[in-house]
Structures are given as C-alpha cells and as structure tokens.
C-alpha cells in the first residue's frame, strides 16, 4: 500500500503508533527495537546523540552503518508486514533513539 499524499503534496501520515525509546552506547551495537507493526510504513527517529542506525528483520548497526545525527527528525520508509527493526550504535557517546511509528491509515 503507498502512502497517501495530501493536497500540498506531503505525505498524509497517522503519527499515533507505538512509540519506543531505545539506549546506546558508543562504539557499540544496541539491541534492537521490537517489530515494527504489521501496518507500520515510515518511522520516525530522533536521537540524543550521534549514531549510526540499521534497519533489517534482525538488524546490528556498526561503524559503517547510515549516520543520524543528534537531535534531528528523520523520517523512513520501511515495508510494512516484514518485522522490520531498527538497531543504534554510538559514535562518541551513549544516548537514547526515539523510535515513533507510523501508517497512512
């Protein structure tokens, strides 16, 4: 299912889904999130610190992984149904990921 666009061509985005926050460390790879919800297609993350996310039905993010840097909004696309997750991994220090969920429905 695609995302519903609104008439000034933004996404039309339900922001009311689970809400996880989720404590890293620098210079290592957290546990996960839960899944995702089934309906879940974008998820919203915002970090306390600067890291390094992944995302993947088992994710484990490193060094090398995509770069989020502190208190900074981004929005993903993720595939609803497939028990997507996401993972963090401190760049110099240790901080909290808000994860936040969200569907067009």
Do not use: W
Not at 45 to 74: D, H, I, K, W
């Amino acid at each position: 299912m695609g995302l519903k666009i609104a008439p000034h061509g933004v996404p039309a985005l339900y922001m009311g889904g689970t809400s996880q926050d989720l404590s890293f460390s620098a210079g290592a790879s957290t546990a996960c999130t839960s899944a995702f919800d089934d309906a879940t297609e974008v998820v919203r993350l915002y970090a306390t610190q600067n890291c390094r996310v992944a995302f993947a039905a088992s994710p484990s993010a490193t060094s090398t992984s995509m770069y989020l840097g502190a208190g900074q909004a981004e929005y993903f696309n993720v595939p609803p149904a497939k028990s997507f997750k996401v993972a963090a991994y401190g760049i110099t220090a240790g901080g909290t990921l808000n994860i936040t969920e969200a569907s067009s429905t």
